[in-house]
């Protein structure tokens, strides 16, 4: 094998490390990478000697740190990540505005959660019956902190 398809394999066995650092979850391509280059150079000792089998470890290492480093750079990882964020909230209201008793209606199916409509507040509800269809009058059962629990009116 020429020292030529010896390097080759060596920098496919490092692109496929790189690979599996930054694209490819798992193992095995990471593995196949590290087999790769292994064997590239493995391959060099055997066909071209001591000294240049020792000049293409020392290249091997060498580019490797120098991906490594490069590849863990804060910069790296901020454009290969996901910057979003979660902008939700939970079903906040005042616990005077609504109490235990007060009625309203119910603006969508509680299946049995759903929305409705107390005291001209939306807000999220949770039926104690099963399902409420849409329209429906309820009464307020119970608040849990953000919780409110109803049940149908008639």
């Given at each position: 094998?020429?020292?030529t398809?010896?390097?080759?394999?060596?920098?496919?066995?490092?692109?496929?490390?790189?690979?599996?650092?930054?694209?490819?979850?798992?193992?095995?391509?990471?593995?196949?990478?590290?087999?790769?280059?292994?064997?590239?150079?493995?391959?060099?000792?055997?066909?071209?000697?001591?000294?240049?089998?020792?000049?293409?470890?020392?290249?091997?290492?060498?580019?490797?740190?120098?991906?490594?480093?490069f590849?863990?750079?804060?910069?790296?990882?901020?454009?290969?990540?996901?910057?979003?964020?979660?902008?939700?909230?939970?079903?906040?209201?005042?616990?005077?505005?609504?109490?235990?008793?007060?009625?309203?209606?119910?603006?969508?199916?509680l299946?049995?959660?759903?929305?409705?409509?107390?005291?001209?507040?939306?807000?999220?509800?949770?039926?104690?019956?099963?399902?409420?269809?849409?329209?429906?009058?309820?009464?307020?059962?119970?608040?849990?902190?953000?919780?409110?629990?109803?049940?149908?009116?008639?």
């Amino acid at each position: 094998m020429s020292l030529t398809v010896a390097i080759l394999i060596i920098l496919l066995g490092l692109i496929l490390l790189l690979l599996e650092i930054l694209v490819i979850p798992g193992i095995i391509v990471g593995i196949i990478g590290v087999l790769l280059s292994i064997g590239g150079i493995i391959s060099v000792y055997v066909n071209q000697g001591n000294t240049a089998g020792n000049m293409v470890l020392l290249g091997t290492l060498v580019s490797t740190a120098i991906m490594i480093y490069f590849t863990f750079r804060s910069n790296t990882w901020k454009k290969v990540s996901i910057n979003t964020s979660i902008d939700g909230k939970v079903n906040t209201f005042n616990t005077e505005q609504i109490k235990a008793g007060e009625t309203g209606v119910a603006i969508s199916r509680l299946a049995p959660s759903g929305k409705a409509l107390v005291n001209g507040i939306q807000v999220e509800v949770h039926s104690m019956e099963g399902y409420i269809n849409e329209g429906t009058s309820i009464i307020i059962a119970k608040v849990d902190e953000n919780k409110i629990i109803v049940k149908s009116k008639s």
